[in-house]
């Protein structure tokens, strides 16, 4: 089943952060990545306060290869860009086969 990261981040030092954003793409390649949202608008619709940070969404074709991806030590290099350039955080969650009756677990 796919595996999404969502991540955030507010960018400090745009330039730096370019020099990451270039040496991304070859990387999820290599494990079925791809982004979904890279960076595009994003509008609070309910709920506050308004989100103002950057947002990239990136889908795996399952947990294991987002893994792999993250642990590559090509991408890791170029996160080290993105770690001097930027404060944020990168979640991930596997979506599931059943989502017409989900378990909120509240």
Excluded at 34 to 60: A, N, S
Excluded at 77 to 104: C, V, Y
């Amino acid at each position: 089943m796919p595996a999404y990261f969502i991540c955030t981040m507010t960018v400090h030092d745009p330039e730096t952060y370019r020099k990451y954003t270039a040496l991304t793409p070859a990387t999820l390649a290599r494990y079925g990545g791809q982004f979904l949202t890279r960076g595009d608008e994003v509008l609070t619709v309910e709920g506050g306060p308004d989100f103002t940070e950057r947002m990239v969404i990136l889908e795996f074709p399952d947990k294991a290869a987002a893994l792999a991806w993250h642990a590559d030590a090509d991408y890791q290099s170029a996160s080290a860009f993105r770690r001097a350039a930027s404060k944020g955080r990168m979640i991930l969650q596997e979506g599931r086969a059943n989502t017409a009756d989900p378990d909120p677990k509240v």
